[in-house]
């Protein structure tokens, strides 16, 4: 069984920043790709960036390339969102991803940016 928990969300003004964590508890956290997602209200869920389970190779959407980074730290089983230069339409829910099976989701944390 795989419980992922997201901490780091809140109130930041354009131009900001924000670092997002995603920590998992199980054994099998280091064997997977990980994403963190985000819905906006009235919006599908999107993904916004991966990577690969040794860190090798991260992926971003094209709204967030240049200016978030996905990292991780198998050794913590934590993934990490650096979220630089927020605009006001990252505002969203913010979850963590390990693509098992259905897939294991966190609770999400809330990010909004606003001036």
């Known amino acids: 069984q795989v419980q992922l928990v997201e901490s780091g969300g809140g109130l930041v003004q354009p131009g900001e920043s924000l670092r997002l964590s995603c920590a998992a508890s199980g054994s099998i956290f280091s064997s997977y790709v990980m994403r963190w997602y985000r819905q906006a209200p009235g919006k599908q869920r999107e993904l916004v960036a991966s990577?690969?389970?040794?860190?090798?190779?991260?992926e971003y959407a094209d709204s967030v390339k240049g200016r978030f980074t996905i990292s991780r730290d198998n050794t913590k089983k934590t993934v990490y969102l650096q979220m630089n230069s927020l605009k006001l339409e990252d505002t969203a829910v913010y979850y963590c991803n390990l693509p098992r099976g259905d897939g294991y989701w966190g609770q999400g944390t809330q990010v909004t940016v606003s001036s």
């Open positions: 990577i690969s389970s040794g860190g090798g190779t991260r």
